[in-house]
Every structure is written in C-alpha cells, then in structure tokens.
C-alpha cells in the first residue's frame, strides 16, 4: 500500500490533539505517516514531549512514520501547511488540525478507495460540524451537501461556482503528492487561508475534483473561519484572494461585472468591520449599522436557510 502522510497542523492547541490522534490510531489504513506542524505555540516546548510520549505509546504498526515540525516565530496556516507537506514522504497526503477527528475507522481507506477509483488527484469528502456546546451540526457553508450535483459539474463550473464563494470543505480532502509537484504548493502570498486560493488555481489549470459522498470528518466549529467570528488578518487574506484569483477572472455577469465586484467589495469591508467591532464606540457601531443594513439583513436571512437546512 502506498504511504499515507497524515499532516496535522497546530497552532495553539496542541494540548487538545489527543482524541484527534486516537481516531488517526484507529484507522484501519495499513500505511500511516504522521507530521505534526507546530506554528510557534508558546507552549510547544511544554506540550510537544507529552504529546511525544502519547504517540509512542498508542500508535499502531501501521503508523510507519513520525515527524516533527516547529517554527521558532508564527509563520502562518499557509507556511505551516507547506512545510509539513516539505517534511512529509507520502505518495498520498491528507491534513487537518487538532481537535477535529475522523468519523470512523475506514475513513483514510474510503478516501484512497475513492481517489483511486476516479483516477483523480484530489478527492473530497463531508464533514459533520461539532458546535462548542456538542450539538451535531450536518449542513456545513464549507461543505456543499448535494454531491450528486457537484459531481456533474465540469470543471469551469465548479470554478465559476468558486467566484461566489468556497464551498469546498478544506479540511477534507485526500490529494496525490503528484498534484502539488505539478501544480505547486499553496500560494503564499495568502497567509491564513490556504484552500480557497488553491482550488481556484487549479480549476483555472483545468484540474478535475473527485468526490466521496460520505461523512469523513467531525469538524469542531471553533476555528477562525468555522466560526464565522473573522478576524482582521483573516479578511486581510480575503481582500488578497479577491483581488489576486477571483477579481480579474470572474467574467459572469458581463456588463455587470464591475457593479457586481462593487458589491462583494462592499460585502468584505462589511465582514471586516464585524472584525473591529469590539473595538468601536457606540457611535461608530450605530454609523456602521446603517451603512451596511443590506448586508446585515443578507446574513440574517443566510442564517436562517442554514437553520432551516440543519433542521430537515
């Protein structure tokens, strides 16, 4: 069987790894590399030893491999990611943080199966949300439901359908080590978000996605972008995701285009002042409700569909 690298990325939380490792432990896959990636947790030095010692003392055979990476200074989810992928000897590779944990013991397997069998480089599979309270939360933003439908797009349709927004579930995909030496690894011009930049560049490269429709991951929905408290850096990335892969691409409304781009950019200053609430005054609070009452009304009513949604 070829070799599998299990990529974990921790920022922060490595203390909160271990029911991720026991579910990685329990997976049926008979050819398992871990990478573990700390980016400049200040309690690495504290954490890494007793999550070392975890590991020796739980991991199966199949585990054939671990490997540690740390950056002395925050690098980024972005750089994290690329350097654990440089550290990794995997033909196929699959990453996630701390905390989120795989569904059931054939999800690795079921993944390969799948990517193999679709002769493609990059599979997806579903997440099932984990909200702080426990509650189960199936229909995800992140995580397009009809896979059906997905699996009929063709390739600039799920491009086009990509300028709208990431619906994508990053944090559940298996893809080759053949994929990045062709395509590159992700861009790190973006320093927070490493997937939605790179699924569009390889939608523009003509790089078909295969899908697995079946629950792969339980996904906690803590994370700067699960929870859909963004930060400032957070948007920082997304005005730069905009402006460099989508703006100068997106032709679909002819004419229209730049009233359209008008709007989206309008809709991002919208999530980044959500951003700086907590440090506004009242008046500045109240100016901003008014300048951005559509957009207001337009998130209340995405919340409630998604309510609906969870509730069918």
């Known amino acids: 069987m070829k070799l599998l690298s299990v990529l974990l990325l921790s920022y922060r939380n490595l203390d909160r ?5 026991d579910s990685i432990f329990r997976q049926d896959y008979p050819a398992l590399e871990l990478v573990l990636s700390d980016d400049a947790s200040p309690d690495f030095s504290l954490q890494q030893p007793r999550v070392e010692e975890y590991i020796q003392h739980h991991k199966g055979e ?10 002395p200074e925050n690098v980024g989810t972005v750089r994290n990611m690329n350097d654990a992928i440089r550290a990794s000897q ?4 699959y990453s996630f943080s701390p905390e989120d944990e795989f569904a059931h013991e054939k999800a690795l397997s079921d993944m390969v199966r799948a990517l193999e069998e679709s002769g493609r480089e990059i599979c997806f599979g579903k997440m099932q949300g984990i909200t702080p309270a426990g509650e189960i939360v199936d229909y995800l933003l992140s995580c397009e439901s009809d896979y059906d439908l997905l699996k009929s797009y063709t390739v600039e349709q799920t491009r086009q359908r990509l300028f709208s927004r990431n619906f994508l579930p990053g944090a559940c995909k298996i893809m080759t080590r053949r994929l990045l030496e062709e395509n590159g690894l992700y861009p790190e011009s973006i320093r927070l978000i490493e997937d939605y930049p790179y699924w569009l560049m390889l939608t523009e490269k003509g790089v ?3 899908y697995l429709d079946e629950v792969i991951l339980r996904y906690q929905l803590n994370g700067i972008s699960s929870s859909g408290n963004y930060s400032e850096a957070f948007m920082a990335d997304m005005f730069k995701i905009y402006d460099q892969f989508i703006f100068p691409y997106d032709h679909r409304f002819g004419p229209f285009q730049g009233v359209y781009n008008l709007l989206k950019r309008q809709g991002l200053q919208f999530y980044l002042a959500k951003a700086r609430w907590p440090r506004l005054s009242r008046g500045k609070r109240i100016l901003l409700k008014i300048r951005y009452l559509p957009f207001l009304i337009y998130t209340r009513l995405l919340e409630a569909r998604v309510a609906r949604k969870q509730k069918q």
């Open 90 to 93: 995997g033909e196929y590779l």
């Open 17 to 21: 790894v271990y029911g991720t490792l």
């Open 208 to 210: 078909p996605f295969a």
């Open 62 to 71: 199949n585990v054939q491999r671990v490997c540690w990476v740390s950056h």
